[in-house]
């Protein structure tokens, strides 16, 4: 009523004809030519910002024609208009950020009301007159500093939704973007009232998200949601928010509305062409590519608040007006960041071009036209249809996947919350998005999502450019002590943010990537079989986890990496095994490189430091042994014969490479002839010895498991089975080698213990001098050492050996028998018992065989006498 007061009274002293004539002059702007109808919109800018400029009593005279003129000038061509716009919407803009309430409220509400009938009208698909149209909205919210104004502000973006929401296209960006600002502002109020409306377009508007992706505003509409999930103003919102981007926005993402816009983006790739295939311009169509930066929204508002108000001109070009007090920023990855990546489209064309190759070959062929070469086919006229078929299967894939991305990039973005729930909700909502979608996403986008937003999670945070300290001038001066303070407290503000952002690394990786980890683990082990081409690349990203620093995510590396290769194995091809294969051989090189390391840190007296792979049961080397076993072990059946050698393979060179290294450290340091060893000497050589004790045992294990069961009669089983199991059994022996294998191991390992065994008394009978026997005693106390380490091996292979049946043990008898006979005089109990456990059950063996000899030299004796 103020406000309205001083213009109605500069008008009331006009006579009625005075009003008519008054109200013609900007009826009749329509009729003015497009630089007259500019020029006149460009003077009446200037009154109206004279007016609202008096201190204390702004007038709205000038204001009120201005809305009057935007309505009679509403229907100008395109182009005509976006000037008149141009020159409008700045100053609405300005007005809208004027310090008298009154005054911003007419000009939002004003606003409000030309916006409900320009979006009547229909946009074209190459304009974005919308956006422009609305901008003002966004920046009055950005730039003023009233609670009720922004409310207002949000109320107009609401009554606009409920009416005009069908219309929307290019002017959904606008809006995302004032509700964004919404999400960033201090008032739990406002981050509350900016959510129901945010929910209403992307979440409760039957349809709207259909629109959003038709004004290629879906990329903002993720964007907003995002926001409101990151603030911690509200948890209601935030918690709201983190539903619709794991739940409700993918569930409007169905079949429903994908047939009309891979139609859209076709189009946009081949205008005029209904039939066009999906190449990477027609996807990207679906999103939006060039993202404006919010610095940029943000000198705009503080542009228009400076002229609205008479304030100090705003920071030049180039330079980001600071933040307005009312908003929080969040630290949140530029929109752009959840563009998919180029490689996403361009494997979403290749395949769209092959099936629609494949469907135009196909229909050539069925009328009569096959390509050279070729003969149509006869009697298949209705049978194209599946090729078709199949180039919109893959069509609708890639719209899938393209919207599809951007969700799954803003759930893995808000998985490195500092707050512990978001954290949970977010990873269980990308997890449940990849889950019901598992055998939908193609490879190409799977092995994107693995290596673009899963495993860069546990990257280390980047090390910060840390300014000098002292600073010198050209001259080489020290420059003055305000600039060095200044450089000191740079430096010290980066260490000390780079410190907390590593901290707060460091926890996410005990709790949520721990998590994150298990379930990919599990992801991949129940859709083992659509996803088997996951399984190298996870398998090396969990390789590379066994050597992280923190302990807990390398324990849990570790239990995901044997139920992975254990679960996995009758979904994976051989070829996939192979590259198993040879990821673990490298994977023990660099354990191999490691425990190197340590040899030489402890030859120089240096204390070798202690990893987090070095809390696992023997070590990382030992653990990846053990799991090459158990692989062996769990999957003999499953397994080509390929596969189980390079794994044999693997494990035997382990165990040679282990044996050599403690036979080169006792020649060096242990010998006969040098120096009494040391203790810590001593200690090391049992290390080495426990060590190959652990890769000869995984070696025997993975070797056992193939052969022993081999010759293992089942009670149960007919004649007609029991010869089926000993022709495989056969086969499996000669194409691994079993027999070889197994002689060699027990060949080598005895024979080695045995030795040293034998060389652990004393002095022999030969020693006569008193130097001789020192140096002979120097070399028994290596030998005891040794022989003592190896002691559990020995047992563990005498194990086996009882495992083996019959006709194997007859096999190995004439080697073994020998190396039995001398393992009697050994101490060890453990040896002792199961020596002992041999003798026993195989004395029917032994007999049986010893006949057997007497047999043949009886009959070979015949044979000579004749």
Request: aromatic residues 4%; negative net charge; contains cysteine.
């Amino acid at each position: 009523g103020d406000m309205a007061t001083p213009a109605a009274a500069s008008s009331s002293a006009l006579p009625s004809e005075g009003h008519l004539a008054l109200d013609r002059i900007f009826s009749a702007s329509a009729l003015l030519d497009a630089e007259a109808v500019v020029d006149f919109v460009v003077r009446l800018c200037t009154v109206s910002a004279e007016e609202l400029l008096e201190a204390g009593n702004p007038r709205i005279f000038s204001l009120q024609k201005i809305v009057e003129v935007a309505h009679y000038n509403m229907s100008r061509i395109r182009l005509v208009w976006s000037r008149i716009w141009g020159v409008l919407g700045a100053h609405f803009a300005a007005v809208g950020c004027h310090p008298h309430l009154g005054v911003a409220m007419y000009a939002v509400d004003s606003l409000r009301q030309l916006a409900h009938t320009f979006l009547a009208r229909d946009e074209h698909a190459l304009y974005a007159f919308q956006s422009a149209f609305l901008r003002p909205f966004e920046q009055v919210m950005h730039a003023h500093p009233s609670v009720r104004m922004r409310e207002l502000v949000l109320s107009c973006i609401h009554h606009l939704l409920q009416t005009r929401a069908d219309r929307v296209r290019s002017g959904w960006r606008i809006m995302f973007a004032v509700l964004a600002a919404a999400a960033a502002d201090e008032e739990a109020a406002i981050v509350d009232l900016g959510w129901e409306v945010c929910a209403q377009a992307v979440v409760l508007a039957s349809g709207a998200l259909a629109s959003v992706c038709e004004g290629a505003a879906f990329l903002d509409a993720v964007g907003c949601v995002r926001a409101f999930a990151a603030q911690d103003r509200s948890e209601r919102a935030s918690a709201a928010a983190i539903v619709a981007l794991a739940t409700e926005m993918p569930a409007q993402l169905g079949t429903d509305a994908l047939p009309a816009l891979v139609a859209q983006a076709a189009g946009a790739a081949h205008p005029g062409h209904s039939g066009g295939s999906l190449d990477a311009d027609a996807a990207a169509r679906l999103l939006r590519r060039n993202v404006a930066h919010p610095d940029e929204v943000v000198d705009a508002a503080a542009a228009a608040a400076a002229e609205a108000t008479g304030a100090a001109a705003p920071a030049p070009a180039g330079v980001p007006a600071p933040a307005p007090a009312h908003q929080r920023p969040l630290k949140l990855p530029p929109l752009t960041s959840l563009l998919p990546p180029p490689a996403l489209f361009e494997h979403v064309g290749s395949r769209a071009e092959d099936a629609r190759g494949t469907a135009d070959q196909s229909a050539a062929m069925r009328a009569g036209r096959a390509p050279r070469g070729q003969s149509p086919l006869p009697g298949r006229g209705d049978g194209g249809g599946s090729d078709d078929a199949s180039a919109g299967a893959d069509e609708e894939a890639g719209v899938r996947e393209a919207l599809w991305w951007p969700l799954l990039a803003a759930l893995a973005q808000l998985v490195q919350d500092r707050r512990p729930a978001t954290r949970d909700a977010c990873l269980s909502g990308l997890f449940q998005i990849m889950g019901s979608h598992a055998a939908e996403l193609t490879p190409d986008c799977w092995r994107l999502l693995l290596h673009q937003l899963l495993l860069p999670l546990y990257d280390d945070p980047p090390q910060p450019e840390i300014p000098t300290a002292h600073p010198e001038a050209a001259g080489g001066e020290v420059l003055d002590l305000g600039a060095v303070a200044a450089a000191e407290k740079a430096m010290v503000s980066a260490v000390a943010v780079h410190a907390e952002m590593t901290l707060h690394h460091a926890e996410w990786v005990h709790t949520t990537g721990i998590a994150l980890l298990q379930r990919l683990g599990a992801l991949f082990i129940a859709n083992s079989r659509d996803l088997a081409y996951l399984a190298t690349d996870l398998t090396s990203w969990l390789l590379r986890c066994l050597a992280a620093r923190h302990v807990p995510l390398v324990h849990a590396a570790a239990e995901c990496l044997t139920a992975l290769l254990v679960s996995c194995a009758p979904d994976l091809p051989e070829t996939t095994w192979l590259k198993l294969v040879d990821a673990l051989t490298d994977a023990l090189e660099v354990a191999k490189a490691a425990g190197q390391a340590d040899e030489d840190a402890h030859a120089k007296g240096v204390p070798a430091e202690r990893s987090a792979a070095d809390t696992l049961p023997g070590g990382l080397r030992c653990y990846l042994l053990h799991c090459c076993a158990q692989v062996v072990e769990g999957l003999r059946e499953s397994l080509s014969p390929d596969t189980l050698v390079a794994l044999l393979r693997l494990l035997n060179s382990e165990a040679e490479d282990a044996k050599a290294s403690r036979h080169s450290f006792a020649i060096k340091r242990c010998s006969a002839s040098g120096s009494r060893p040391t203790v810590q000497v001593l200690e090391h050589l049992v290390a080495l010895c426990e060590s190959e004790a652990e890769a000869v045992g995984s070696y025997w294990q993975a070797v056992l498991a193939l052969y022993a069961p081999a010759g293992t009669p089942d009670p149960a089983e007919t004649p007609t089975e029991r010869q089926h199991r000993e022709q495989q059994a056969a086969l499996l022996t000669k194409a691994c080698d079993l027999d070889l294998r197994t002689q060699a191991v027990l060949s080598l390992t005895l024979t080695d213990f045995i030795d040293n065994t034998q060389a652990a008394p004393a002095a022999g009978p030969g020693a006569s001098s008193s130097e001789d026997k020192a140096a002979e005693k120097l070399h028994a106390e290596a030998a005891r050492c040794v022989a003592q380490a190896l002691c559990p091996l020995v047992a563990r292979l005498l194990v086996g050996v009882l495992q083996l049946s019959d006709k194997q043990f007859v096999v190995h008898l004439p080697e073994l028998f020998p190396r039995l006979v001398e393992l009697m005089s050994c101490e060890d109990k453990e040896v002792r018992y199961v020596l002992h456990q041999i003798f026993s059950q195989r004395s029917s063996v032994f007999v049986g065989q010893a006949a057997h000899q007497h047999e043949s030299g009886k009959r070979r004796g015949s044979s000579g006498h004749y």
